[in-house]
């Protein structure tokens, strides 16, 4: 199951618990599918680029979530629910790309794990060290 985000811009004046809800419902629906739900973040309040114009005015803040999910790829179809909803101003789903897990992340070169851990700052110090030990000795 490849990775997914999804992205939900609700109205700014939606209570916590009805946001609570709304995600608590998309999150059931992600275990129905044999799917799971690996993390959850709330963005807060951001400002919109142009306003989003809905039945009861023009949007020009929004409150930002993300859900990250592993779900099946027909998952994508199975949300169309989430246009009816008129607590949400947008949603999209978006897959993850070159997304490695399990087996293919064990099989990498030990070489890239590595330089994951480290930094420019890392190397430069080391050298810094052999610098200042060749000093000393003279």
Do not use: A
């Amino acid at each position: 199951m490849p990775p997914y985000d999804c992205m939900l811009l609700l109205k700014p004046h939606v209570r916590k618990e009805s946001v609570i809800e709304l995600v608590s419902r998309v999150g059931k629906h992600v275990y129905r599918r044999n799917g799971v739900l690996t993390d959850l973040k709330s963005l807060g309040t951001v400002q919109l680029g142009y306003g989003i114009k809905k039945l009861d005015g023009r949007y020009y803040q929004g409150q930002l979530m993300q859900m990250t999910m592993m779900t099946p790829p027909s998952f994508n179809s199975e949300l169309h629910y989430l246009n009816k909803e008129d607590r949400l101003l947008r949603w999209i789903l978006v897959k993850h790309r070159d997304f490695k897990f399990g087996r293919d992340l064990l099989n990498e070169d030990d070489s890239d794990m590595r330089l994951i851990g480290s930094s420019l700052y890392d190397v430069d110090s080391d050298k810094d060290e052999e610098d200042s030990d060749e000093q000393e000795e003279e």
